[in-house]
């Protein structure tokens, strides 16, 4: 009978035997892969590996990502020799032969098998082949030696092929395996395009919600802050930015703010700055809300009927809030100086509450502070003064005249007593002083609270106003803040950073460092259904060395 030599091996019982490399082979398993399609890839074995792999069982516990251990190749050279063939004849057979071993002579039994059959009495090919459904001949081309006329011998072992059916069928679920994972991977790419283009925006539409129509002081201030607006669209645009700009005449009703609102085009809107009325603001602020449209609410006029809508951002903090962030600042910056709370006599609203939360704000860190009337004798100065700590002054009121003469009298003081170091801390109006006071500012190392600044001797600024007046043809009013600025920093705030992030600008909008030119933003949440506040407060030093430092 002319078998091949591992027929007459597995009969036998007999093995050969490989040095084992010292590198193993591993495989992590593919979705859909079965074992025998593990080892025709790698040619060798399917029972091999199911030896190595115990945890697999008979390959009915093999899954997606399991990484299995692959039976090393060897070169024939790292075989042991091989007995001769007339030699193995004449070891006895073993009562129970085992499953044949899957290496001869270095080789392998090719990976095509389904299953290893051992032949039972009275079997022979037509029968084995009608059993497994497989023509003999293809069995035969699966056992190298056997042909259609061999006589098989009782325990030995037969590779059976996959039938051709069988065949067929593994070729066309790996090519919809193929396709299926051609598709996972064009979809991965398509939603990785998608998130790309989400994380830009290259078009914006913009609306804007105000009384536009000129007249009075509140209709000029509302132009120049649409004119500062347009600016910054410009500004987007040379970045590369489209921008469409739907402008609406506000009016004053909640009848005219739903008219605009009715329009199909508003709620394609990215964002909309407005409105200026209180009237109008529940209505938009629904509007926005119900839509998902960013609301950019530029005045503190309309800012308590958004406290309900995370799309909304208040731009404009509230006195109220200004102080307790001023006060919170204030707090962690000057730790150990020695605050001396001046009464000016003319005490107004605004000193007088920001004196007495910073007073409670002391005493709860336990940090003294001392009250000095403006009118008080040298001696009195000298008891509240500290000669070892930076002296702090804060007066109870912010008018111009009543912070001329403090700081006329700390000059004085300061002539002479040099040995004690002074300091001023005021209010946002302060740096409207400066033309009168900037000199003596310095000089007593002042800083002032604001939410806005506007410096007149920066290039960027000026630069900033030549520009808006060849636009536009006058110049900015002498306001305080500018609205032209106001309405520049804000809409290319949100412009340029919507662009820039897209759908991500909620979420990383803090990493935007823009440069303000007057107005600085800084928006917090305090929950996921409450609306975005600016929490920006600048203290402005005017430093002994006659520079101007920006302390956020």
Not at 193 to 218: C, F, W, Y
Not at 401 to 424: D, I
Not at 462 to 484: K, L
Not at 502 to 527: T, W
Request: glycine letters at 6%; hydrophobic letters at 35%; charged letters at 20%.
């Amino acid at each position: 009978m002319k078998f091949s030599l591992r027929i007459l091996l597995a009969a036998l019982g007999i093995t050969l035997s490989l040095n084992l490399s010292a590198q193993q082979r591993t495989h992590q398993v593919q979705p859909g892969e079965t074992v025998f399609a593990i080892a025709r890839k790698y040619q060798v074995s399917p029972q091999d590996i199911l030896r190595l792999n115990p945890s697999i069982g008979n390959g009915d516990r093999i899954t997606a990502g399991q990484t299995l251990v692959l039976p090393t190749r060897e070169k024939p050279s790292n075989l042991q020799p091989a007995q001769p063939v007339q030699q193995l004849q004449q070891v006895q057979q073993p009562q129970q032969p085992s499953a044949p071993q899957q290496q001869v002579n270095g080789g392998f039994l090719n990976s095509g098998c389904k299953e290893m059959y051992r032949i039972q009495k009275k079997d022979n090919l037509y029968r084995i082949a009608l059993r497994f459904g497989v023509p003999i001949e293809e069995i035969c081309a699966a056992n190298p030696g056997l042909t259609p006329d061999s006589k098989l011998k009782k325990n030995e072992w037969l590779c059976i092929p996959f039938s051709r059916a069988e065949r067929q069928a593994e070729a066309e679920r790996q090519a919809a395996l193929r396709a299926q994972e051609a598709e996972r991977a064009r979809q991965e790419a398509a939603a990785q395009e998608a998130a790309r283009k989400k994380s830009t925006r290259q078009h914006l539409n913009v609306g804007v919600i105000l009384p536009l129509k000129a007249g009075g002081d509140k209709g000029s201030k509302m132009i120049e802050f649409y004119r500062g607006l347009l600016m910054a669209a410009d500004s987007v645009k040379q970045q590369g930015t489209s921008v469409d700009i739907y402008t609406y005449h506000s009016g004053s009703t909640a009848a005219e703010m739903r008219t605009i609102l009715s329009q199909p085009k508003m709620q394609e809107m990215d964002m909309i700055f407005g409105p200026l009325e209180p009237a109008q603001a529940a209505s938009l602020n629904a509007f926005c809300k119900e839509h998902k449209i960013r609301l950019v609410t530029p005045f503190s006029t309309t800012n308590s009927y958004s406290q309900d809508n995370p799309y909304a951002y208040l731009a404009s903090i509230t006195s109220e809030a200004a102080r307790q962030v001023a006060v919170d600042k204030v707090l962690g910056l000057f730790p150990r100086h020695n605050v001396i709370i001046l009464s000016t006599n003319h005490a107004d609203g605004r000193g007088t509450q920001f004196t007495a939360e910073l007073r409670t704000g002391l005493s709860a860190r336990n940090q003294t502070s001392h009250t000095l009337n403006i009118d008080a004798d040298e001696d009195a100065f000298l008891a509240a003064m500290s000669r070892t700590q930076t002296n702090l002054i804060v007066p109870d009121a912010s008018s111009l005249s009543v912070t001329s003469q403090m700081a006329r009298r700390l000059k004085a003081f300061k002539q002479e007593h040099p040995e004690f170091r002074l300091a001023m801390l005021g209010y946002p109006e302060w740096p409207t002083y400066t033309s009168s006071l900037r000199s003596i500012f310095h000089e007593l190392d002042t800083y002032a609270y604001t939410t806005f600044y506007r410096d007149p001797n920066a290039a960027r600024v000026r630069q900033f106003e030549n520009r808006f007046a060849q636009h536009f043809g006058q110049e900015m009013a002498r306001t305080f803040p500018r609205y032209g600025l106001f309405g520049f920093d804000l809409a290319y705030y949100f412009m340029n950073g919507v662009s820039r992030l897209g759908d991500f600008f909620e979420e990383k909008q803090h990493n935007l460092n823009y440069r303000m030119l007057q107005h600085g933003f800084s928006f917090e949440q305090v929950n996921a259904d409450a609306p975005r506040i600016n929490r920006q407060l600048m203290l402005i030093h005017y430093t002994p060395e006659q520079k101007v430092e920006i302390i956020k």
